[in-house]
């Protein structure tokens, strides 16, 4: 029996004065998971409160992190959208 692997959201950042606490924290469980079981996907909060979906790698967690319109994530409590 073939086991799945669970993709889990890792959000972090956010518009706290913490914002780079934040950053530094997720790096290091985006570092630890175990990928046999989980894929982590950043989800980066700005310090404007927007969202993006992050790449997955480790250069998503850095103060600098580029973002792009393209990846920016909106939520709605219709459940048709």
Partial sequence: MQSSILKIALIYGGRSAE????LRSALSVFDAIDRSRFEPIPVLITQNGAWYRMASDAGSFSPGATTAEKDRLLFSPDPEH
């Fill in 19 to 22: 914002h780079e606490v934040s």
